[in-house]
């Protein structure tokens, strides 16, 4: 079987809530490191540090119209070498995605586990580069 580098599965999950982000987090790589506090910053102040990932988490969920995207990785106990991702778009929404390397089969299998995780059959698979969303 061959191993396929940077397999790329993205499903929409609705509107963005950080109960959504946790779900996808804790299925797939629980006990996940936490972001660097300076991943992201608040739109009206590029040098504001925040205080927890929390903090960072809720600045982009609570405020409207703010686009982000947010990877979590986890360096053991994690075989496939999978990263969660929360992409919140500017409309509120939410896609999440994993970034693993597999076969055919594990692609496969992620991608229908997070659809049915999410409750959603909208979902695209790419490779090495993830999709962009306006």
């Known amino acids: 079987m061959e191993i396929i580098?940077?397999?790329?599965?993205?499903?929409?999950?609705?509107q963005k809530t950080r109960?959504?982000?946790?779900l996808v987090l804790n299925t797939f790589i629980p006990e996940y490191?936490?972001?660097n506090?300076?991943?992201a910053s608040r739109l009206d102040d590029e040098n504001y540090v925040f205080k927890t990932e929390d903090e960072m988490i809720n600045y982009f969920i609570e405020n409207s119209g703010l686009d982000q995207t947010?990877?979590?990785n986890k360096n053991q106990g994690?075989?496939?070498?999978i990263m969660v991702g929360a992409i919140i778009t500017a409309d509120d929404k939410l896609i999440m995605s994993l970034t693993?390397?597999?076969t055919e089969e594990t692609e496969s299998m992620?991608?229908?586990?997070l659809k049915n995780l999410l409750n959603s059959d909208i979902g695209v698979i790419s490779y090495i580069n993830p999709a962009d969303y306006d």
């Open 37 to 39: 506090l300076d991943y």
């Open 100 to 102: 693993f390397d597999g």
């Open 5 to 14: 580098r940077d397999i790329i599965c993205q499903v929409y999950a609705g």
């Open 110 to 113: 992620y991608f229908e586990k």
């Open 19 to 22: 109960n959504t982000i946790d």
């Open 33 to 35: 490191e936490k972001l």
């Open 70 to 72: 947010f990877y979590w």
């Open 78 to 81: 994690n075989p496939d070498k």
